[in-house]
């Protein structure tokens, strides 16, 4: 069955950085898309960072310019790095893991909380 891991969430101050990492266990092929979405309380889902299976990479305008995701496939990993984080980056990220088969996988989440 396939599973997502996450960790690394938690609380920063205004300015600070931060790295969330996902792993996938149980699955024997490669996601075609791999990538972090976040939900701020009374917000729609949205996506943070995305990388295909051949590192095309794809980011929602918030993160743009301060977040960069890393996916490796040997190791079926996926990461966000964010830097310069903002109040409004406050909210529960999900790792994402879309096969393009069915529905998509989706991690429990890791909340994240900024500081000022």
């Known amino acids: 069955q396939v599973q997502l891991v996450e960790s690394g969430g938690g609380l920063v101050q205004t300015g600070g950085s931060l790295r969330l990492s996902c792993a996938i266990t149980g699955s024997m092929f490669d996601p075609e898309v791999m990538g972090w979405y976040r939900q701020a309380p009374g917000k729609q889902r949205e996506l943070v960072a995305s990388a295909t299976v051949d590192f095309r990479l794809k980011y929602g305008d918030t993160a743009k310019g301060r977040f960069t995701v890393f996916r490796d496939n040997d190791k079926n990993t996926v990461s966000l790095q964010m830097t310069n984080l903002e109040a409004a980056d406050t909210a529960f990220y999900y790792c994402?893991?879309?096969?393009?088969?069915?529905?998509?996988?989706w991690g429990q989440g890791t909340q994240v909380t900024v500081s000022s």
């Open positions: 994402h893991a879309d096969y393009g088969l069915s529905l998509p996988f």
